[in-house]
Nanobody
Framework: QAQLVESGGGLVQAGGSLRLACVAS????????MGWFRQAPGKEREFVAAISWTGGSPYYGDSVKGRFTISKDNAKNTVYLQMNSLKSEDTAIYYC??????????????????WGQGTQVTVSS
């Protein structure tokens, strides 16, 4: 049974930092990519970042480039999202996702078929 479990969300002041973690268990080996998405109330799910288990450059959404960093620890089956210089507009539920994606489809939520339960990130201004 595949499972993705996120942790690390919370309340932080604007300008602060948080690190999210996603532990993947039972994920089929064919799922080459892990991504982070977020969804704020009343808004569509937004791509944040993605990384391949096997290497290559990570992907970032335009709104987080230069502030967020995605990384992985293959030995621990864990993907991290380091979030710095947080803004109030970063407030959302953050979801970890796993899927098989090509370069052209990495930013689409529909490319991922395994999802975590989400973790709330709230940035106060």
């Amino acid at each position: 049974q595949a499972q993705l479990v996120e942790s690390g969300g919370g309340l932080v002041q604007a300008g602060g930092s948080l690190r999210l973690a996603c532990v993947a268990s039972g994920l089929p080996r064919s799922r080459n990519r892990m991504g982070w998405f977020r969804q704020a109330p009343g808004k569509e799910r937004e791509f944040v970042a993605a990384i391949s288990w096997t290497g290559g450059s990570p992907y970032y959404g335009d709104s987080v480039k230069g502030r967020f960093t995605i990384s992985k620890d293959n030995a621990k089956n864990t993907v991290y999202l380091q979030m710095n210089s947080l803004k109030s507009e970063d407030t959302a539920i953050y979801y970890c996702a796993g899927g098989w994606t090509a370069s052209s489809t990495t930013t689409y939520a529909s490319s991922y078929d395994y999802w975590g339960q989400g973790t709330q990130v709230t940035v106060s201004s």
